[in-house]
């Protein structure tokens, strides 16, 4: 049963903590897409890798930090610099970067 | 700088109506311009997508029309159905370029189709 899972589907954190959102594909995609959504606004990248052990930044960085030490896993570590951290975040894989991107069921992260 | 302007922000249509989603365009090196739907709680996925050498592509009730001079497109559900309630996000990418490719999304279109 392919496809892309994140973990856990809804996450608490207090202020001032770093937490770690998981993201593991089955489809054997080289490309990683990590996103944020907030209400009202579409999607916002914040990283992506087009392969193994590389990753660049997208629109929205700062406070955030990846890894993609294997093909199947991308996962995103929010930092206590993020000022507003509150959001659904999707993870999406590409087979490559000018190919359909196929989004996980995303990790709704409230910090209080 | 918003680069893919959508409308409306939410929309209410009747069972069997038309749903019409509008999104432009200023990058005109764009060249991949797809239409995902989004249920709550739940990942986006791909509902049909375009490139510019089409003005029109149909699958089954959705139809992108796509107006390059005007850097516009827009999505039509024909028979708008209340499963086809969801929020619906146009996006646009630059495939031509060497250079990495990443999708530029609108702000989101919440649908309800009325029974």
């Known amino acids: 049963d392919g496809g892309i899972t994140q973990s856990p589907k809804y996450l608490f954190r207090k202020e001032g903590q770093n937490v770690t959102l998981s993201c593991e594909q089955n489809?054997?995609?080289?490309?990683m897409y990590w996103y944020r959504q907030d209400p009202g606004q579409g999607l916002r990248l914040i990283y992506y890798s087009q392969i193994v052990n590389d990753f660049q930044k997208g629109d929205i960085a700062e406070g955030y930090s990846v890894s993609r030490e294997k093909k199947e896993s991308f996962p995103l570590t929010v930092t206590s610099a993020q000022k507003n951290p509150t959001a659904f975040y999707l993870c999406?894989?590409?087979?490559?970067?000018?190919?359909?991107?196929?989004f996980g069921p995303g990790t709704r992260l409230t910090v209080l | 700088q918003q680069q893919v302007k959508q409308s409306p922000q939410s929309l209410i249509v009747q069972k069997g109506g038309i749903s019409i989603i509008n999104c432009a365009y200023e990058?005109?090196?764009?060249?991949?311009f797809p239409w995902y739907q989004q249920f709550p709680g739940k990942g986006p996925a791909l509902l049909i997508a375009?490139?510019?050498?089409?003005s029109e592509k149909k699958e089954g009730r959705f139809t992108i029309s796509f107006n390059k001079s005007a850097k516009q497109f827009s999505l039509h559900i024909m028979d708008s159905q209340p499963g086809d309630s969801a929020t619906y996000f146009c996006a646009a990418r630059q495939d031509s370029s060497g250079s990495a490719r990443q999708l530029t999304f609108g702000s989101g279109t919440q649908l309800t189709v009325l029974p």
């Open positions: 990058n005109t090196a764009f060249d991949y």
């Open positions: 489809l054997n995609h080289d490309a």
């Open positions: 375009i490139r510019p050498d089409v």
């Open positions: 999406a894989s590409s087979t490559r970067a000018d190919h359909e991107q196929f």
